[in-house]
């Protein structure tokens, strides 16, 4: 479910970043956090360096404008003649994109781990209570705790494997195919945004 959610949300940022492209536009600082999820619709924010490319005749801009050096392509970051376009936005798309696959599997295995240890540690009061109970009324109840180096070791496998699980989905979804396919050197390598949100649409 959280990769279905993911690639949602990667669909609905393609969308956002389609719409300015063909209104003329680049943004050219595209990451995670410049893509706001609303109730109704996801918007793109820190415009101030977007621009038009209307009317140049390679479709990329002079200059490096305002980026984000994690996320910006080669073309964008280059010292002696920096450029930018929609295929620049494309490769920051992908660069973002490959971030929300690392945070989500990440942030859904820390949960995976406190979960299964906040429920191991449930399951020992429960069996102390339990215990004392089939002794008589009255019986001191004595924990029966997992020790500290067994409940880390278990929180880590069970995070472990919840951030497996969340790859392994988003392989299946073809999420980081998608992000490397955008992230490619040659910005003529790259797909449009048209023809990711036609792949997205369809996965």
Not at 46 to 72: E, H, I, K, Q
Not at 106 to 120: I, K, V, Y
Not at 135 to 150: C, D, F, I, K, T
Request: with cysteine; proline share 6%.
């Amino acid at each position: 479910m959280l990769a279905e959610e993911l690639r949602a949300k990667v669909s609905d940022f393609g969308e956002a970043i389609e719409a300015l492209h063909n209104s003329g536009w680049v943004h050219g600082d595209l990451k995670p956090e410049n893509a706001v999820v609303l109730p109704d619709r996801l918007v793109l924010i820190d415009v101030a360096g977007a621009a038009s490319v209307r009317g140049t005749t390679d479709g990329f801009l002079p200059g490096s404008g305002a980026y984000t050096p994690c996320y910006a392509p080669p073309e964008q970051c280059d010292e002696d003649a920096p450029r930018r376009g929609r295929p620049s936005d494309v490769f920051s798309f992908g660069a973002s994109v490959q971030t929300m696959l690392e945070d989500a599997a990440a942030s859904f295995g820390w949960a995976t781990g406190e979960l299964w240890r906040e429920d191991q540690e449930e399951r020992c009061e429960m069996a102390a209570r339990q215990q004392a109970w089939q002794q008589g009324a009255g019986a001191a109840v004595s924990m029966q705790h997992l020790s500290p180096r067994a409940l880390r070791s278990g929180a880590r496998k069970a995070a472990w494997r919840a951030r497996k699980a969340v790859e392994a989905a988003a392989e299946r979804l073809g999420l980081p195919a998608l992000a490397a396919a955008c992230m490619a050197p040659n910005p003529a390598a790259r797909p449009t945004m048209g023809q990711l949100r036609a792949w997205l649409c369809g996965c």
